[in-house]
C-alpha cells in the first residue's frame, strides 16, 4: 500500500483569526467556507490541492501536555523563504521559539523557524538547507522537540 498525507484537520476556536493568520504566514487561499453557526470551518489550500480545514470546534488554547498533536511541519524551497515567513510571523505577534530561524541538530544545513498558532498549536516551516549558520539551540536533542 502507497500512502501520502492527504490534508491537516484541526480545531480552532476563532475560525476567523485562524482563517487569517494561515493566508498571512503560508500563503494558503479559502477553497471553501462555512459560515453557518454550529457548523463554522474554513478549507485552505495551494494551486487547487486542498492542505489545512479548520473547524471552529473548540474553546481554549491548544494542550501540548496531553497527548495528541506534537506540531506541524511545512517544507519550502529554501531559505529565504522561511526568513520571509519568519517576518510575517513576527508581525503578527505570534509566540516564536528559539528566537527566529535555527538549524534542526547540531551540524545539521536544515532548520527553520518554530511558532505557534493564535490557539497554541505549534508549528514548523523548514528548508533542507542553509540554516547552518547558526547554532543549534538545545544540544543533543532536535529542535522540531519544541524543548
Not at 517576518?87 to 518554530?114: Q, T, Y
Not at 497554541?120 to 519544541?146: N, Q
Request: aromatic letters at 10%; hydrophobic letters at 35%; glycine letters at 14%.
Amino acid at each position: 500500500m502507497t500512502l501520502r498525507t492527504g490534508h491537516i484537520g484541526l480545531n480552532v476556536s476563532d475560525l476567523d483569526a485562524s482563517r487569517d493568520f494561515y493566508r498571512k504566514v503560508f500563503g494558503f487561499e479559502v477553497v471553501g467556507e462555512s459560515r453557518e453557526d454550529g457548523r463554522r470551518y474554513a478549507f485552505l489550500g495551494r494551486d487547487g490541492t486542498l492542505v489545512l480545514t479548520l473547524w471552529q470546534q473548540s474553546e481554549g488554547r491548544f494542550a501540548t501536555g496531553l497527548p495528541g498533536l506534537h506540531h506541524l511541519s511545512f517544507e519550502v524551497p529554501d531559505i529565504e523563504a522561511v526568513r520571509r515567513a519568519e517576518a510575517v510571523v513576527r508581525e503578527l505577534g505570534a509566540v516564536l521559539h528559539h528566537d527566529g530561524v535555527v538549524p534542526h541538530g547540531e551540524g545539521a544545513s536544515s532548520g527553520g523557524v518554530f511558532f505557534e498558532d493564535p490557539d497554541g498549536i505549534r508549528l514548523e516551516i523548514y528548508a533542507p538547507d542553509g540554516a547552518g549558520d547558526r547554532p543549534a539551540p538545545t544540544s543533543g536533542a532536535p529542535t522540531c522537540g519544541f524543548f
